[in-house]
């Protein structure tokens, strides 16, 4: 089934781990991005890409880091986690004249 | 900066009945609206998009309207089944996204 396909769905990491959110689109989609979902904050942008070697920095980047070496995956890697990285990720693609897809979503819970 | 307002934040419903959701956005320069359907602890489901041309999308019971002059979009949901209970979340695309709060349905058997 075409679509954004996140991996894993459940992680508990501890304080200080690293780790990487995977994130694959199976669309040709040239854009791709990553957003968390905090309760009464609704989603953020965390990075974004706007083709394979090309990514920038969104609304709440400190922490993570991204790279996009191909258009299909654009993985998402938690450097050092927080308490405060506990969150719901999603990860999007689109191209133009399209909307966005979603994937399920990961979630994270730093302890 | 866009803000997406979407109003009721919740809505209750006997089965059967139509559904009116409300978005109001402030930035009419939009690329498109489109609307999701989330359950809960699920990702997001795209139900219907908008290009900034058009007036009004259909998908069988959904229809969404658009009037990018008054900054405003409508989901309306015909003959509501408790299949329906989620949340729905406009959302604007000025080539950047901007996420209404959502409104929370249930309808009820």
């Known amino acids: 089934n075409a679509g954004v396909t996140q991996t894993p769905k459940f992680q508990v990491l501890k304080t200080g781990q690293s780790m990487t959110l995977q994130c694959a689109q199976d669309m040709n989609h040239e854009y791709m991005s990553w957003y968390r979902q905090d309760p009464g904050m609704g989603l953020r942008l965390i990075h974004y890409s706007v083709g394979a070697g090309i990514t920038d920095q969104g609304e709440v980047p400190n922490g993570y880091n991204v790279s996009r070496s191909t258009t299909e995956d654009f993985p998402l890697r938690l450097l050092s986690a927080a308490p405060s990285q506990t969150s719901v990720y999603f990860c999007?693609?689109?191209?133009?004249?399209?909307?966005?897809?979603f994937g399920s979503g990961t979630r994270l819970t730093v302890v | 900066k866009q803000e997406v307002t979407q109003i009721p934040a919740a809505l209750s419903v006997p089965e059967g009945e139509n559904l009116v959701l409300n978005c109001s956005f402030t930035d009419s320069a939009i690329y498109n609206l489109q609307w999701f359907r989330q359950d809960p602890g699920k990702g997001l489901t795209s139900l219907l998009l908008i290009q900034s041309s058009q007036r009004e999308q259909t998908s069988g019971r959904l229809n969404a309207s658009l009037d990018k002059s008054s900054g405003r979009s409508t989901l309306y949901i015909a003959a509501s089944q408790p299949g329906d209970s989620a949340t729905y979340l406009c959302?604007?695309?000025?080539?950047?996204?901007?996420f209404g709060a959502g409104t929370t349905v249930t309808v009820r058997a």
């Open positions: 999007a693609s689109t191209q133009t004249g399209s909307g966005y897809t």
């Open positions: 959302v604007v695309n000025d080539y950047k996204l901007s």
